[in-house]
DNA sequence: TATTGGCACTCAGAAGGAAAGAGTGCTAAG
DNA sequence: CTTAGCACTCTTTCCTTCTGAGTGCCAATA
């Protein structure tokens, strides 16, 4: 069944004043619209339409609406306008994005920091590999007597590094040999491939070095195995902002399944389809969410890798504006990161002034 | 003035009992003790006396007693008995401490997880410099056609390692040469010393890699900048959990303070004299934080570099308990940081089982 | 037929007590 | 010096009442 255009505009209006006040909306707030031109028991009528389509809800009879699950999957995918950051908040979104060229993973986090910090929620990133990864190549640096740094660059242009401490000390010709067979029998294999048997082959060709071989298999397996970079959620305390979560119980109750659950689910919900994807409460993860969603945004990183920026927050947030601001960093962060990881903002384009408030 | 036994019992007591119960302690309660053998009548002349001093305090004249900071203060370092952890905890400390062997500031990261779990109570973990870092070896490794890894040791053994992308490519023998240079002029250098005639030497004597030497000059000036490892701070959310914070509005403010507040200021108030400090209420880095206190302990790791880890949770926490876990978790990480960095759990040491409750 | 003003009705949340209960301080007796 | 007893204080809790926002429906209107 098709809403009329009327129906819309008030779907709209109800989605954007609860937006903002968090308070069930009622007939009158929605008649006071500048663009409406109808009477509040007009309005009613058509609420009381929507509430029997599934659109709306009532907390109780005498209250205002509030929009259902279903509508806000409505606004998402049909109502929602387009917001238009405004030139201040490219600015300080551009301020913003000046991070410090670093390692990978603390990048990450920093940039889940500053989504936090611009949307005033809890965000998380988590930088998923794309393909199975390989080792590329191996690398192995005396450091001083007995300290060795292993070098692992895997296909996914990845750096890990490892301190190893040995009591006895090595030559520098050996490591060499050892570097050298690594990089011929251990490259490009997955982490299936590596069995134990490959393992005292290598020890075996070895020579003085052998007793590194098995920790430096050790630490590569790990590095394979890790299917995603860490999980890096942060201002959840931002959470308690929200009006919705004013009773501390219930924070709590969000916070508890967010971290362990998020951790291991979120990536599997992965968008697939489009760049942006919207968990709109009973459709999250857990039940405890039931209350709670989820705008998650990706972006390219360079090889094989993808990264996803999160927001997390109430039922009740504002679509549109997160939308917006995630593009934002999605599409620089791609950019940068491609660009090899020197962390130039892009330049400010201008815009035309956003209707925000 | 010295207190009298009775009443250094008195005090014990109630703090005992605030710290498990979150309610002001009334003397019925304390009369009522198996080793406690007047009356509750003596009781309350007592707890007269030990207000008037300014150990306790009443939230109001009808309600029971509760411990003033200065009470804390005076259980703390004198009155505390030493938490001996059951079998079972030590043994679930032993379990937690089988972190699995990574980049150092992961493993930071994972044991501040660690440590805010075993206590239920938010916690931080920084590693501190001890002294000026200086780098102590460079390493450029050919990844790809215009793919470089920089590789670089500090003089506190940790290890940075950054991909580098350039436009052009850069032959094998380039990168040598450059890494001689740098070898032999950048290191045991700290950041002051290094100039930007320094780099102008080197870019020159750099030869086809030139291009490169800046690049690793500001990498590496910002690895030797950075005064202190990253701050981990988490667990946030289990302040939730207790009573005092059961008001969302409290819990953000402390929320608040804490991130920004306490990665920069913690680190100044490091415990000097002793291997733990306990910061209690007012005595608190920020006002905001008055009700609040910090437990924190420090260890050794390798050359240059300390850690922290300290837990943050209301004044009235169970000081003996935290210090004693906290205490397991410094002794043990210092021995496995000295070892190198493989993490092995030590061996289960037997202990009289403990007075939990 | 669609809209509108009007009106009775509902219900959550605020406001105001009253009663209960925990704990104190003080006094007088042991 | 200790203790039982008692009057007193204040918070907390549980009602009850009241208020007001918002609804649904109906009859009048364009």
Redesign the pocket.
Known sequence: MELTD?QKQILRAIVDIYVSTA?????????ALPDV????????????EL?QIGLLE????????VPSPAGYRLYIDELMQDYRLSLDETRSLNEALELKSQEFDKMMSQVGKLVSKMTDLPAYTVATRRSEAVAKHFDLIMAGPGSIILVLMLSDDQVKNKLIKLPVSVSESDLKLLAAVLNASLTDLTAEEITGELLEKITRSAGAASPLAPLVMDFTLECLRQQHGDVHLTGQMRLLGQPEYKDAAKAQEVFETLDEELISNLPAVLPKDGPVQFLVGPENVAKELKDTSVVMMRFDIGEGMQGTIGVVGPTRMDYAKITAKLGYFAENLGKMFQKGGAATPPALTEGTEASDK
Chains 1, 2 share one sequence.
Do not use: D, F, L, W
């Not at 308070?23 to 008649?31: L, T, Y």
């Not at 031109?37 to 009381?48: F, K, L, V, Y």
């Open positions: 009327r308070e069930p909306v009622g007939s009158k707030a929605i008649a031109s109808c009477s509040s028991a007009t309005i009613r009528n058509e609420m009381a509430t009532q907390p109780h009879t005498s209250a205002g609406r």
